[in-house]
């Protein structure tokens, strides 16, 4: 009997629905990955500084991606990553960001007080600086107390930085905020210049070495011109504040990382129009001030709003005639009022 001959017709095999080739499971572990932490984020590259192995910046700046291993997870400036791939920093190279590193905090609001989904401004920072101007546009305490209270929620210190000192009194202000245990600093920072043209802008300088600090605030109150005078070469633009509206122009359109002279890394954020604390427990208002969670805990009834005394919270009878106790339930209280009633600022 003849031999048949076969050819590709005769071929019955059916290709696997996971693909003709199986996907392996185990993952690369990037032994030879480094560290190396964000400094700027722009449509989905970022801009990343290595790290040696203390931990200290190395000087070496790269553009990289991320790659499959993080998924969605999200990146944002000051998160620590390993990156892998080309690491020499020249020009048209990319590298690869595998993984990201466990942050000590993260800085976060919400657009409202109604909106569920959070946002991660920035990781890993020590401090937030509050950035409001005493006239041209008035200070906003409500929007004040919102960035505190996202500070505190976060484990950050905070520091409130008044410009434009030559245009209105603080004395308001620190009344308020400093009983908190709130640094309050004033500069003119229309001055511009060298940092030791003003002593306020010297104090400022000496708060923030050695330290992560996050600068916040609304457009036009002067932040941008702050980050001149802090890193000269960031070279951010300027702008003015609309006479009919009294608000500022986005002058600063995504957040960005500085190194500072003296050491330590402030972050300029681009101005904001609200400070949603939708992801803040209420109990959490209380919580940011130690001693009047103590009082709250110790005398008022179990399920308490502290809204009021009228309704039942004794709060009121604590802080007596203390100045500082009762601004600080009055902050509070403020905070309160305005999450009850959703405003945005």
């Known amino acids: 009997m003849a ?45 990343v500084e290595l790290l040696d192995h203390t931990g200290e910046h190395a000087g070496t700046v790269l553009t990289a991606v991320k790659a499959r291993e993080l998924g969605r997870r999200g990146l944002v400036i000051g998160d620590r990553v390993s990156v892998v791939g ?60 919102r960035c505190l209270v996202a500070a505190f929620d976060a484990g950050m210190d905070a520091m409130l930085v008044l410009t434009k000192a030559d245009l209105g009194s603080a004395d308001a202000l620190r009344a308020a905020y400093e009983p908190l245990g709130v640094t309050v600093i004033e500069t003119d920072a229309r001055s511009g210049g060298s940092l030791d043209a003003d002593p306020g802008f010297g104090l400022l300088r000496d708060h923030l070495v050695g330290r992560d600090t996050v600068l916040v605030g609304y457009s036009g109150v002067g932040k941008s011109t702050l980050v001149n005078a802090l890193v000269p070469a960031a070279e951010r633009a300027v702008g003015h504040v609309n006479d009919v509206t009294g608000r500022g122009r986005h002058t600063s359109t995504s957040a960005v990382r500085y190194r500072l002279p003296d050491g ?36 008022c009834p179990r399920g308490c709003t502290h809204e009021s005394a009228q309704a039942g919270c004794e709060l009121d009878d604590w802080a007596g005639q203390d100045e500082a106790r009762r601004s600080r339930v009055d902050s509070i209280r403020r905070l309160l009022a305005s999450r009850a009633a959703g405003d945005q600022y």
């Open 86 to 145: 080309d690491t020499t920093g020249a020009d048209g190279t990319l590298a690869r960001l595998v993984r990201r590193e466990e942050r000590s905090t993260e800085l976060r609001r919400t657009a409202d007080d109604t909106d569920t989904a959070e946002r991660v401004i920035v990781a890993n920072a020590d401090s937030l600086a509050i950035v409001t101007a005493l006239a041209d546009p008035e200070p906003n305490a409500r929007m004040i107390d």
């Open 264 to 299: 330590g890394h402030i972050v300029d954020t681009p101005g904001v129009r609200s400070f949603g604390l939708a992801h803040v427990d209420p109990a959490h208002f209380v919580a940011a001030f130690p001693d009047v969670a103590d009082a709250a805990a110790e005398l």
């Open 3 to 47: 031999r048949r001959e076969y050819d590709e017709s005769d071929a019955r095999v059916r290709p696997s629905r996971r693909g003709s080739r199986p996907r392996s499971k185990i993952r690369p572990t990037h032994a030879d990955a480094v560290l190396a932490v964000v400094t700027a984020v722009d449509r989905g590259r970022y801009t």
